[in-house]
């Protein structure tokens, strides 16, 4: 069982804290689940996706069935995340989620033969679900001053997936380029020994957040987020989507090798700076409504680029204004269970949430890919994420503040 620590000067609302001047780094040691869970099992895939597309002769409809599989296993971690958290503790579950995260990425390296990888990539998804969700939820509890800065921690968590595309970004065009094709084994290799790493601040970190104790007895219904559960799938099918897709129809529009390597680090490094520093201070500034629409309507104007325009300054004004704002959205959706339930029930909130995000993660990337394969082409595939996006601001603007 979790230790409580008692001692007043370390109390907070939230959980308790040996030193407070030490919230940002835990917060950031925190977010090394994050690089693993999307930056690594999820995001790179889509710059090891061509270079596996070519050496296991795979259609797109076939790469985004792997791709769905991953988020089949997504959905049962999130489903499952805060029984877990329950069940074993959340530090405990917490770690245990990265140790097989990196198995699974070492894993993914060991065949090429569909159904092998796409269980593998199941397995992948629901530790990285668990770990997602668990971390989030950790995240939340990291006391501070403010409410302000408690918005902050959980910007600091989620800034972990920029930091994971850009380290991806980094690691897997330098082996493809060694290698060639075959190379994306020794891709998957190298994230997976990256991931195995991190497994030491992580636990530094989880082990300094404690719980309070806090049980209410009550069940809190989670009802009132149906128009965040519509946001979560609609999401999460059309960002993904673009995610999944973007370097096949950069590779299509000629921007093969470095253009594409300088895409995929632009939009981290616009990722993880702007949630550190930009879109905390709006999401705590707005209701937790506005705030989901908002980020809707900024990265629907981050798709655009791409499919009105060609060329590397289309890719990088893309990557600048997508890259900026999409993981703000599960930033605000954590941040609106903070807001509006009790410390007992967040896990669950956010779980439920990632429940909704996850569906739409496996269901987007299996319709795009069949219009990718399809006379739309690519481009086609990528449009449809505008039209998903767009119907998840509308949802958005339906979110009630509280339960109450």
Not at 276 to 287: E, G, H, N, P, V
Request: net charge positive.
């Amino acid at each position: 069982m979790e230790n409580q620590i008692d001692s007043p000067a370390r109390k907070s609302s939230g959980g308790t804290l040996r030193s407070p001047c030490n919230a940002p780094l835990l917060a950031l040691g925190l977010a090394v689940g994050p690089v693993i869970a999307l930056g690594f099992m999820r995001f790179a895939y889509a710059l090891l996706l061509p270079a596996m597309k070519s050496d296991l002769d795979w259609s797109y409809a076939t790469a985004g069935g792997i791709n769905t599989a991953n988020a089949a296993g997504y959905i049962l971690g999130s489903a499952s995340g805060a029984w877990w958290a329950r069940k074993f503790g959340s530090r405990r579950t917490y770690m245990w989620g990265i140790a097989i995260s990196a198995l699974t990425l070492v894993a993914s390296a060991m065949s090429g033969e569909f159904t092998y990888l796409a269980i593998v990539r199941f397995i992948g998804g629901v530790a990285t679900a668990v770990l997602f969700v668990v971390g989030a939820a950790l995240a939340s509890r990291i006391p501070t001053s403010t409410p302000g800065q408690s918005v902050k921690m959980v910007g600091i968590f989620m800034s972990g997936v920029g930091i994971g595309i850009v380290l991806s970004g980094i690691l897997v065009p330098v082996v493809l380029t060694w290698l060639g094709s075959p190379g994306w084994r020794v891709g998957w290799l190298v994230m997976g020994a990256s991931a195995a790493l991190a497994l030491v601040p992580a636990g530094m970190a989880s082990g300094r957040i404690h719980p309070t104790g806090q049980r209410t007895g009550r069940t809190v219904s989670l009802a009132f987020l149906v128009p965040a559960f519509m946001w979560n799938l609609l999401y999460g099918a059309g960002y993904v989507s673009y995610m999944t897709f973007i370097i096949a129809l950069l590779n299509a529009q000629g921007l093969s090798g470095w253009p594409a390597t300088v895409f995929f680090i632009t939009l981290g490094l616009a990722s993880a700076a702007s949630t550190l520093f930009l879109w905390a201070k709006i999401i705590d500034r707005l209701s937790s409504a506005r705030a989901l629409a908002l980020v809707s309507l900024v990265v629907l104007l981050g798709v655009l680029p791409v499919l009105v325009g060609s060329g590397l300054t289309a890719a990088l004004i893309s990557a600048v204004i997508f890259g900026g704002a999409f993981m703000a959205g599960p930033t605000a959706a954590a941040v609106l269970a903070k807001r509006s339930l009790p410390p007992e029930a967040r896990t669950s909130g956010i779980a439920a949430q990632t429940v909704a995000f996850s569906v739409g993660q496996g269901i987007g990337p299996v319709v795009s890919g069949a219009m990718s394969d399809g006379s739309w082409g690519i481009a086609g595939g990528l449009w449809l994420s505008v039209v998903l996006i767009l119907g998840a601001g509308t949802a958005a603007l339906f979110q009630r503040q509280s339960h109450g």
